[in-house]
């Protein structure tokens, strides 16, 4: 049974910083893309950053490019998201989501080609 399980969320002050965490289980995790994708309320589901099976490869959305870093260890199934200068704006529910990975162009940030979701963390950055 494949389970991706999020945590990490809560609330924090403009400027400061959050770890989300997902933890992974149910399938060969070192073959598949990873990625953190975020909604807010009313607005459509985005990507924030996506990371290749082997995490050789790393994509950011322009709003967290530089503040945000993805990693992975496939040792431990895991995945992570360090969340700095947070902004008012990043405020929204966090996804960690999975694919198979076919080439590592495949690894994008179209969330409909994603096939495991976690539940989500929700993230409150207050002004």
């Known amino acids: 049974q494949v389970q991706l399980v999020e945590s990490g969320g809560g609330s924090v002050q403009t400027g400061g910083s959050l770890r989300l965490s997902c933890a992974a289980s149910g399938y060969s995790y070192s073959s598949y893309c990873m990625a953190w994708f975020r909604q807010a309320p009313g607005k459509e589901r985005e990507g924030v950053a996506v990371?290749?099976?082997?995490?050789?490869?790393?994509y950011y959305a322009d709003s967290v490019k530089g503040r945000f870093n993805i990693s992975r260890d496939n040792a431990k199934n895991t995945l992570t998201l360090q969340m700095n200068s947070l902004k008012p704006e990043d405020h929204a529910i966090y996804y960690c989501?999975?694919?198979?990975?076919?080439?590592?162009?495949?690894?994008?940030?179209?969330?409909?080609?994603?096939?495991?979701w976690g539940q989500g963390t929700q993230v409150t950055v207050s002004s």
């Open positions: 990371i290749s099976a082997g995490g050789t490869s790393t």
């Open positions: 989501a999975a694919k198979w990975q076919v080439g590592v162009s495949s690894c994008n940030s179209q969330y409909r080609t994603y096939t495991y």
